[in-house]
Nanobody, 124 residues
């Protein structure tokens, strides 16, 4: 069993930065991990994913602004968010699933494990 706990959300002005963290407990070797987000009234969308061997994939609107990384020794996932925009306002969730799902991870509706989320609010 894997538990995921997000932190690092908050309120920031447009153009600012935030770094989200996701602490994982349990065995995550061989798991891809990623970030999802959901804004009020919108569907949940995949933000970024990183495989256990370090491959990364981003949604087009996040490329060049967001960076996903993981520290396997610390069992922690990160999302560095720069140049934040008001449209980035959402609840951000950490998720994990087997590496076999890496190619479609960002497009999956459900994942084996998902955290409770951390709120990010960007004001103009």
């Amino acid at each position: 069993q894997v538990q995921l706990v997000e932190s690092g959300g908050g309120s920031v002005q447009a153009g600012g930065s935030l770094r989200l963290s996701c602490a994982a407990s349990g065995y995550t070797h061989g798991y891809s991990m990623g970030w999802l987000r959901q804004a009020p009234g919108k569907e949940r969308e995949g933000v970024a994913v990183i495989s256990s061997d370090g491959r990364t994939s981003y949604a087009d609107s996040m490329k060049g602004r967001f960076t996903i990384s993981r520290d396997n020794a610390e069992n922690t996932l990160y999302l560095q968010m720069n140049s934040l925009k008001p449209e980035d306002t959402a609840m951000y969730y950490c998720a994990a699933d087997l590496d076999r799902w890496y190619p479609i991870f960002r497009h999956m509706r459900n994942h084996a494990y998902r955290g409770q989320g951390t709120q990010v609010t960007v004001s103009s």
